[in-house]
């Protein structure tokens, strides 16, 4: 699953953030909301709609003039600061006025670049694309002002490599995006398209490690991958491969059991079918015969279970167990202001004290040019407004799930339940945070942590109360029979190996690739899959090329999914195991000690504030049916 946009850097913020890298003192600035911004909720009605300050029926036209706008308002505030004499240099009129111009730039770029992702018109989109181009141009720019923040590392060869990488992590991501073309191809013709198709974000590949490295050598790591990793909870490269490896090493057996279930499967059905047996699980075999696996351990049968998820019945459910857990009420916003009629709006409340904490937006069917994974978006931070009230936060929840037809709805498959209880979990992330900066808002914690929410609510998805109460048949409303609920619960561990094990393949190519600076993406690949996964790459393709992560703002960061799962598990079984799944207390807790700090405490030190003591493997391993 593609993570969450990666978090938006204001521009000065990543001067700070290099301070920090490069061995100065470990400054951040906590930055406040804009008075402009203040200005005008107060001059509104105050109601959660009037809070919500984000349009999302701006023309082509426009996107450009308020880009320029955006730049042009932005950058004199930059130039104000950098004309102040260094003796008259105060906290009002340095970090308060920066502080002001943080907020009103990220709520105006996110109606600006967000559109890019979910707009039904391809100018629009075209347009949004741009603008992301140039304010990440903008960002650069400011965040190299010698005048502004005292500093000079390199300074212009920094600026034209962060550029440049900057470009290229949006096309990448655009080309994957953007790609939804339907063919008929013969064998030999398919095998040549993809071959072209993979040509250019390769090529975007070539070019972007190579310029991460030098970036990450000029500021004085020797790499990308250890320059990333410092402000992660991680910290260094040797802790993430000791980690992969002791992983990979306690699933070995277990890998190679499932590995020698396929291939039994596989000879049978060739021997049945006439086929000729090669003695191998090749790249293509691998999730047909996991599906079969699960069918056969567990005689699950995925397309008669998703009778019983129809989209309303599971997003009726996933509202209703959020709310209990978290002590929320959401309402849903008659015509709201959208970007799309499929899109619903929905304001999120304080069950006990009614305050109004944010609202959230759910897009979840697919449509052209539209954004081709699930995703948590965030829109508008939420923190304090310089008159000591508080901004509520915004985001957005995007996924694919198969639109309804006359005669039938919309019917998720297990997996995609999972995915939807993921994604909201990032969006609670967004909406309780309760932060006094932007800065800090939300998602904005270390990347190895990010994922610690999302995951952990996975869990309701393989208990049997809460599959009950967002299941029924789409025909006759009855519930999942207790003997199918029995046989989903127990899949859980159906192929927890190879699937554990093409993770830690994924993220050590991630590493190794940011590491080493001659590695070839491909062969990397090849390499670990045949080493860990003990299935070979598919001769001639090249997976690292549509590998989003790479350039999506999880660069040397992908092994954050296991590491965090570690967490997610450990909070999972030693509270909610013990106390209730849907035990409020429990959720409480957890609303006020994970969630609501957002990014203003290190995820290590909210982690033993919630456990009472360090985070240990256990339970994660226990999740996969091993035992320490």
Not at 414 to 423: R, S
Not at 516 to 532: H, N, R, V
Request: glycine share 6%; with cysteine.
């Amino acid at each position: 699953m593609f993570l969450p946009l990666p978090l938006k850097f204001l521009p000065y913020n990543f001067l700070f953030i290099f301070n920090c890298r490069a061995g100065g003192p470990r400054v951040l600035l906590r930055m406040t909301l804009g008075t402009e911004i203040t200005t005008l909720l107060k001059a509104s009605s105050y109601t959660a709609t009037d809070r919500n300050l984000l349009k999302w029926d701006l023309l082509p036209d426009q996107i450009r003039t308020r880009t320029e706008e955006l730049i042009r308002k932005t950058k004199q505030v930059y130039d104000r600061v950098g004309m102040l004499d260094l003796e008259k240099v105060t906290y009002e009129n340095t970090v308060q006025v920066l502080a002001d111009i943080e907020v009103e730039y990220s709520v105006e770029r996110s109606m600006l670049d967000f559109p890019q992702h979910v707009s039904p018109d391809k100018d629009v989109r075209a347009a949004s694309t741009e603008a992301d181009k140039s304010l990440s141009h903008f960002d650069v720019e400011m965040s190299m002002r010698q005048d502004v923040f005292q500093r000079v590392v390199h300074l212009q060869e920094i600026k034209k490599i962060k550029q440049k990488v900057s470009e290229l992590c949006i096309d990448f991501s655009k080309n994957l995006n953007e790609e939804n073309t339907f063919l008929i191809f013969s064998h030999d013709e398919l095998r040549e398209y993809l071959s072209l198709r993979i040509a250019e974000n390769a090529n975007i590949l070539q070019q972007l490690l190579p310029l991460r490295a030098k970036l990450a050598e000029l500021l004085g790591y020797n790499t990308h991958a250890n320059f990333v990793l410092e402000l992660n909870t991680a910290k260094i490269t040797d802790n993430v491969t000791e980690f992969l490896d002791d992983l990979s090493s306690k699933l070995k057996l277990l890998g190679e059991e499932e590995r020698s279930f396929i291939l039994n499967l596989k000879k049978k059905e060739c021997e049945e079918t006439g086929f000729e047996y090669d003695g191998r699980i090749n790249a293509w075999d691998l999730h047909y015969y996991m599906n079969q696996t699960e069918e056969l351990k567990y005689s699950i049968d995925q397309e008669k279970l998703k009778e019983y998820f129809p989209i309303e019945a599971v997003t009726e459910g996933l509202l209703n167990i959020y709310q209990q857990l978290l002590g929320l009420v959401f309402e849903q916003v008659g015509d709201a202001h959208v970007w799309h009629e499929s899109v619903t709006l929905y304001t999120v409340k304080d069950s006990s004290t009614g305050e109004v904490l944010g609202q959230f937006y759910l897009d979840l069917y697919p449509r052209e040019g539209k954004y081709g994974h699930a995703a948590c978006f965030g829109l508008q931070p939420g923190c304090l407004l310089s008159d000591d009230s508080r901004m509520m936060s915004v985001a957005a929840l995007v996924t694919n799930f198969t639109k309804p037809t006359m005669d039938r709805p919309s019917l998720l498959r297990h997996g995609e339940v999972k995915t939807y209880f993921h994604e909201f979990g990032h969006v609670m992330h967004q909406i309780c945070a309760q932060t006094d900066f932007a800065r800090f808002s939300g998602t904005n914690v270390e990347t190895d942590f990010v994922e610690v929410p999302s995951q952990m609510f996975e869990n309701w998805v393989w208990e049997k109360e809460p599959l009950q109460q967002m299941s029924r048949h789409y025909k006759d409303g009855s519930q999942v029979p207790d003997d199918l609920l029995e046989k989903l619960v127990a899949s859980r561990l159906a192929n927890t190996g190879l699937l554990t094990l093409r993770q830690i393949v994924l993220s050590k190519v991630d590493q190794s690739v940011h590491t080493k600076s001659s590695a070839d993406p491909a062969e990397e690949y090849a390499k670990y899959c045949s080493e860990i996964l003990g299935v070979p790459a598919t001769p001639g393709t090249n997976m690292p090329a549509t590998f989003g992560h790479l350039a999506g703002g999880y660069d040397a960061q992908y092994y954050g999914y296991l590491w965090s799962e570690v967490f997610s598990m450990d909070i999972f079984y030693n509270c909610f195991k013990q106390e209730g799944i849907m035990n409020p207390k429990a959720g409480m807790k957890y609303r006020n000690l994970i969630l609501k700090p957002g990014g203003s405490l290190d995820g290590m030190d909210m982690l033993q504030n919630f456990l009472g003591r360090k985070p240990n493997q256990k339970a994660s391993l226990l999740s996969k049916g091993l035992y320490t």
